[in-house]
T-cell receptor, first 113, second 111 residues
Framework: NAGVTQTPKFQVLKTGQSMTLQCAQD?????MYWYRQDPGMGLRLIYY???????DKGEVPNGYNVSRLNKREFSLRLESAAPSQTSVYFC????????????FGSGTRLTVV | QKEVEQNSGPLSVPEGAIASLNCTYS??????FFWYRQYSGKSPELIMF????GDKEDGRFTAQLNKASQYVSLLIRDSQPSDSATYLC???????????FGAGTILRVKS
């Protein structure tokens, strides 16, 4: 049972490049989330998907897009990377909504130069 | 006022002592409360959750909830150096659609 799998683990991008962060869960969870974590600012929600076929903006959605490909997979795309997007990105999933604890992936450390 | 507030620390305690971590939240309608532990360079790991007022114990960890005062705390008894980590409080806000995390409290247990 792998839980939540994120790829890649590390990435360096040049300003203006694009990339997609992949996330997959094998726990039959309905809801999936993308957070970014910056020093001193905690975890901030970028986008979430309450169930297959739906996506909603979180606290810091600008510069990102998401796709809930199926129940298992939820990807995050940076169309034109900026240095301000240098961060650690975590994908998480849970049964449904905020009243159930999350399981987190191992994270992607992204540097934009 | 931030939605979920924690003292950033660091909180330093000697080995064997009780570590007390606190969290306040803004939404009186919140029903569930979560504590995550995050080691440096790792992802957050769920260690405790509490739904009802009062105390909930799990091994060396006790979560305390006071909905009237809108705070939740985590006590770690017999603290060990391996407990040194950042502890994140999380509360579901906006009708429970998602969790909002505090910035975390750094705990250092000195041997």
């Amino acid at each position: 049972n792998a839980g939540v799998t994120q790829t890649p683990k590390f990435q360096v991008l040049k300003t203006g490049q694009s990339m997609t962060l992949q996330c997959a869960q094998d726990m039959n969870h309905n809801s999936m989330y993308w957070y970014r974590q910056d020093p001193g600012m905690g975890l901030r929600l970028i986008y979430y998907s309450a169930s297959e076929g739906t996506t909603d903006k979180g606290e810091v959605p600008n510069g990102y897009n998401v796709s809930r490909l199926n129940k298992r997979e939820f990807s995050l795309r940076l169309e034109s990377a900026a240095p301000s997007q240098t961060s650690v990105y975590f994908c998480a999933s849970n049964l449904q909504g905020g009243n159930y604890g999350y399981t987190f992936g191992s994270g992607t450390r992204l540097t934009v130069v | 006022q931030k939605e979920v507030e924690q003292n950033s620390g660091p909180l330093s305690v000697p080995e064997g002592a009780i570590a007390s971590l606190n969290c306040t939240y803004s939404d009186r309608g919140s029903q569930s409360f979560f504590w995550y532990r995050q080691y440096s360079g790792k992802s957050p790991e769920l260690i405790m959750f509490i739904y009802s007022n009062g105390d909930k114990e799990d091994g060396r960890f006790t979560a305390q909830l006071n909905k009237a005062s809108q705070y939740v705390s985590l006590l770690i008894r017999d603290s060990q150096p391996s407990d040194s980590a950042t502890y994140l409080c999380a509360v579901p806000l906006e009708y429970g659609n998602k969790l909002v995390f505090g910035a975390g409290t750094i705990l250092r247990v000195k041997s």
